[in-house]
């Protein structure tokens, strides 16, 4: 038994994009893949405890597979320097103590903030306590961005509609995401902000992810569309970056956390992290550090990174 669950392990990391997503099953094991890695420890102590030579040869296959996946998230690659401090964190619509979570954010150091699930009642309250590190801010919908530095061209994202890159029809009053530009001294940063929609779990049909999958697609077709040469997407996207349905913007833009990160960065739910959906994804600059910080009133945690202007930047420039 050992053996063949071993191999099922193997086969399952190996062969894991061929999965069906029929009821949302291929997100679902996408998602929770990285905790397969906990059975690898428990297969051995079942070969050690027969005594199955076979079982624990067996075991290199799921072990390297997982290594091969996921072993470079575990080495520290942050690196010194950068240029600007980044934060995303979705605040909670049911967020207790709004004034300690605005408080917190603002002794982050971060030279952008963006926040998530604001509520109409709780948005004040943030205006407010940020307002004195943060003098520039805009608000879309339930989404909105504070900066240190000054803000133009704000426009809501549509993700429900799919009708195009930058749509400034939709609705202000219920957007999910938005798109500004961050000037600063080295130049125009674009900064997107999105909350994508809720994954659910429902008996009969499964893992519902429709509205997440539409909104992904929607940010990759707008972030393939715009020719800045410096874009960061902050936001709870509902999704890990392994989850197959976020292929289209993966392609275009790198994980903070994985390429300047240590550890998974689990950032959901606050009381025990089990899953990285709050990111912080980057083109035409460089990720020089990325962590977590530590809870606040939410049920997410916050998520931060250290970017600066990359090599071909500056040779452009």
Known sequence: MPTALALLLGLLLLLRAQITDRGGLGNLVDTALPWSGALIPLLLAGALRRRSATAALALLLPAGAWLALFGGLLLDKSQPGGDLVVLTHNVGADNPDPTGTARALAASDAHVLALEELTPQA???YEQELAANYPHHTVQGAVGLWSR???TGTTP????QNAGPLAATAPAATSRALRTTVTTAKGPLVVYVAHLGSVRVFPRNGFWTDSRDRGA???ARAVAADASERLVLLGDLNGTTDDRAFTGLTAQLRSAQETAGEGFGFSYPAAFPVVRIDQVLV???ESRRSWVLPATGSDHLPVAAVIGWDQAS???R
């Open 123 to 125: 948005r004040p309250v």
């Open 149 to 151: 530095l000054p803000l």
């Open 217 to 219: 697609r929607a940010l």
């Open 314 to 316: 500056r040779q452009r």
């Open 157 to 160: 994202v549509d993700l429900e």
């Open 283 to 285: 083109r035409g600059v």
